[in-house]
């Protein structure tokens, strides 16, 4: 599966633009501010619901307009597919081949995507979330009834907050206390899968990161994760929906007064550890990169081993921010299948580029 072309009206600076790709590697080139990025946010916009960058989905809409469109057109072994996105101050819709899509996550049966940012330093830097949303778009990814799991979850967080925090205003009745057994059942049914799939996707990303590692490093290191949870013991032969039953009749007194759920799925981390210290807080800013480097690329390796289907890359001004070293590693361990590569400054001399496209100032395409 790869992009053919991609056209965009009215997204930020481009008014009208349409732009061809090649199957291998595409160069978008082009001095800063002229709307490089764009293009990669407005694709993994129209295929996963989210940009690459953690901003409000209208911030794509041209300045004035009300609407935007962006269309691509890919070719999944020789069977065209089209999909077609429109962004709007009311609900955005997408379709695939004509046919409306309901939940974005299906499209993850069509195309999925890699993403390599400057910002992905904060996979080992940064707080929990960035680390809990790798995991769960990852085995989303992998595995669609995941996906599944995740959105039913986000759901009962909803109206189990909602719920408690109506108790926490007064003594509960009779009928919120059978509502929430209810919900703790239904969250700890979707808590266990999500909890378990993150557990076999830590493991299988060691095995693929550690030597990866190594090869961008130039130093072999022993890789190690830890699942940070107030409520699971991963050592432990419970079952880990019965270790949470057990947390949240720990916590139930503290979520009625707070109004708010404190244990669960949604409020858990990971670390890595190098040779046995912390990445996050014993790593070198050079140590840290390289694990965000390894990390990505061993994502997009057990992804395309478990589904069959390489993503496409998307590196949006990546080699900019890396050494020479660390250049010359990403590009030799650059996965077969296509890559779309944005940069301000010079590529990398050995970067195999197929295509290349000028962005001139006007956010159009130089002949």
Partial sequence: MWIQELWMRNVRRHSDLHLEFNERITAIVGPNAEGKTTVLEALAWLITGTSIRPVPDRTLISTGQSEAIIRAR?????????????????????????????????????????????????????????????????????????????????????????????????????????????????????????????????????????PLYGAIADQPAALTARYDSDWLDVSSSTAIEQQLLAALDGASDDERRRGITL????????????????????????????LALALRLAGHRV??????????VLLDDVFSELDDRRRDALVRNLPVGQVIVTSATDLPEDLPVDRTIWLNSQGGELP
């Fill in 74 to 210: 890919l070719d999944d072994v020789g069977r065209e597919v089209l999909i077609e996105g429109q962004l709007g101050s009311g609900r955005s819709r997408v379709e695939v081949n004509r046919q409306p899509v309901a939940r974005r996550a299906e499209l993850s049966r069509v195309v999925r995507l890699t993403p390599f940012t400057p910002d992905d330093l904060q996979l080992v830097k940064a707080g929990p979330s960035g680390r809990r949303a790798f995991l769960d778009h990852l085995t989303s990814s992998i595995a669609p009834g995941v996906g599944v799991a995740q959105r039913e979850l986000e759901r009962i967080l909803r109206h189990r907050n909602a719920l408690l925090k109506s108790m926490s205003r007064g003594e509960a009745s009779n009928d919120e206390f059978n509502t929430l057994s209810i919900w703790n059942d239904q969250f700890v049914a979707a808590s266990g899968r999500i909890v378990g799939a993150r557990l076999r996707l830590i493991q299988m990303l060691l095995d693929a990161a550690e």
């Fill in 263 to 290: 244990v669960g799925p949604h409020r858990d981390d990971w670390s890595l550890a190098l040779n046995g210290l912390d990445a996050r807080t014993c790593g070198s800013q050079g140590e840290q990169r390289s």
């Fill in 303 to 312: 992804v395309t081993e478990l589904t069959g289907t390489a993503p496409i």
